[in-house]
């Protein structure tokens, strides 16, 4: 066993298990999906730290970028209750680690990405993952083209969650999110049933804003 294999297993066992983690799919997978392998090469022994993980995005529009937090991305699935036919949407997936983890648990896979460069890390990481797409596109437009999505799940903070999003729910579809305009945010659950949409917080987290999902200001009145 290398260090970062022990380093694996170690953030299952200190980071994840003990944060309300009991679906043993989420467990699994982590345990096996190589974290080291999507971050920078100099970013490798760091990968599995308690906290976001810097990547390099290609175009200065995608700002900041980051791996999010393994204690982070496990809640939102856990929460988000994937079930083993569902569809599911990954928005600001980067270069493709929460993908390969929901590709163990899930049907089929929408990897949605702004930024060309980690989109292309993302394709080639991803190649050889028969569930899974990996898209370009704003993050706030989700991937119209493959909805209804019976799960969406956005990597990283935003300040609020996009109507164009909670759009493509299915009935009954949930979208898992840390949603707020300072670090520290809220986990939320929102779920379609009809027309409505149910929103529940579920825990606090302090993760990495995604780009395109800043809270509209409403508009100047004289």
Known sequence: MTDLDAARL??????????????????????????????????????????????????????????????????????????????????????????????????????????????????RLLSVVANVRVAEGALADGFPAGKPYDVIVLEGRAEEVPESLLEQLAEGGRLAAVVGEADLAKGKIYTRSGKALAMRNVFDASVTALPGLRKKKPAFVF
Do not use: W
């Open 10 to 123: 170690n953030m299952v066992e200190s980071q994840v298990r003990p944060n309300g983690i009991t679906d043993r799919r989420i467990i699994a997978a982590m345990e096996q999906v190589r974290r080291e392998d999507f971050v920078p090469e100099r970013m490798r022994a760091l990968a599995y730290m308690d906290e976001d993980v810097p990547l390099e995005p290609e175009s200065s529009g995608s700002g900041r970028r980051a791996l999010i937090e393994a204690m982070a991305f496990a809640r939102l699935l856990q929460h988000a209750a994937i079930k083993p036919s569902d569809r599911v949407l990954l928005v600001g997936a980067g270069t493709g680690y929460g993908a390969a983890v929901v590709s163990q648990m899930a049907a089929d896979v929408v990897a949605l990405e702004c930024d060309p460069g980690l989109v292309r890390t993302a394709q």
